[in-house]
C-alpha cells in the first residue's frame, strides 16, 4: 500500500496525528484566517488531520461544499493547493478576495457541485496548473435541511425529502470521484438529525451511497467537542455531532 503523507512512520507517534475514532476536540482552533463567522463551518481541526494523513505536500485538496473556506485555510498553511465549490456568489467572492494563490493555487468557484457542468472549471484548473487529478476530497455536505444556506433551488439544504438529499449527494460523489485519483481518500463529515421523533442517521446513509459507488470504507470517526458541554458544566453528557467517515477508491 502506497504511503501517501509527509509523515514519519518511524516516529508517528510524535506527529500531531490523532489515529483514534473518538476525537474529544477541546476548542475550535481560531488562529489564522479562521474567524468562525460562518454558521455551518466545521472546526479547523478536522481538515487539518485529513490533511496531514492522506496528502503530502504539493498534492490539490478538493471541497465540493467549501462554504467559508476552513479546507482552503488549512490547505494553505499546510502547502498544498485547493479547489473548492460552493453554490452562495457572494461567499464565493469574499473567499476569493481571503484565499492566498501564489506559490500554492487556490481557485474558488462558483456552482452546484452535484452537476457535472462545473467540473470542467476544475478540469480546467487542474490541466492549467498540470496536475492529472485532487489528490483527497473533503466533504461537509449541509445536514440536509437543517441549516437552510441559501434560497437557490440547487442548494442541498433546500431539499424536499431525505431521497433528494441522497440522489444529489450521491451525484456530487460520482462527479468527485471522477477527478479523484485513484486509491486516494474522500471523507465526509456530516451530522445525524433528529426529525418528528425520530433519529436519521444522514452520516450512515450518506456511507451507504458511497459504497453503492464502490468505495472501500476505512474508517468510521465520532467528533465531539468536548468544551462546547464543559462550559455548560455537562461534560457527562456526549452527542454524537459530526461523523468523519474515511473512504478510498478502488
Ligand atoms: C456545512 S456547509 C460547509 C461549511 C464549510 N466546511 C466551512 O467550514 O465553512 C455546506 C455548504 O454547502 C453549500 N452548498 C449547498 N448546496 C450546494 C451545492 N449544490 N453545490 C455547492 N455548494 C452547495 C452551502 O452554501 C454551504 O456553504
Request: aromatic share 10%.
Amino acid at each position: 500500500m502506497p504511503i501517501f503523507n509527509d509523515l514519519n512512520l518511524n516516529n508517528w507517534k510524535d506527529s500531531e496525528i490523532w489515529t483514534d475514532s473518538l476525537w474529544l476536540i477541546p476548542e475550535r482552533d481560531k488562529t489564522g484566517k479562521h474567524d468562525g463567522f460562518y454558521h455551518g463551518n466545521f472546526v479547523p481541526q478536522i481538515p487539518r488531520q485529513l490533511i496531514l494523513r492522506y496528502t503530502k505536500k504539493n498534492d490539490v485538496i478538493f471541497d465540493p461544499f467549501v462554504g467559508s473556506g476552513t479546507t482552503a485555510y488549512e490547505a494553505e498553511s499546510l502547502s498544498r493547493h485547493f479547489i473548492g465549490i460552493d453554490i452562495q456568489e457572494a461567499l464565493v467572492e469574499k473567499l476569493k478576495s481571503r484565499v492566498d494563490n501564489n506559490k500554492y493555487f487556490s481557485e474558488i468557484i462558483l456552482g452546484d457541485s452535484a452537476k457535472e457542468l462545473v467540473y470542467d472549471k476544475v478540469n480546467e484548473i487542474l490541466e492549467k496548473q498540470k496536475k492529472k487529478n485532487i489528490n483527497l476530497a473533503i466533504l461537509h455536505p449541509p445536514y440536509a435541511d437543517i441549516i437552510k444556506f441559501s434560497d437557490s433551488k440547487d442548494d442541498l439544504s433546500n431539499v424536499k425529502s431525505l431521497k433528494e438529499f441522497l440522489d444529489k449527494f450521491a451525484e456530487v460523489l460520482k462527479n468527485t470521484i471522477k477527478i479523484l485519483e485513484n486509491g486516494r481518500y474522500l471523507a465526509i463529515i456530516i451530522g445525524d438529525k433528529y426529525s418528528a421523533g425520530q433519529w436519521i442517521p444522514l452520516s450512515f446513509y450518506c456511507m451507504n451511497e458511497a459504497q453503492k459507488l464502490g468505495l472501500t470504507l476505512k474508517s468510521v470517526i465520532i467528533k465531539n467537542m468536548a468544551g462546547n458541554r464543559a462550559k455548560q458544566n455537562k461534560e457527562a453528557i456526549w452527542r454524537v455531532a459530526q461523523n468523519t467517515l474515511g473512504f478510498v477508491t478502488q
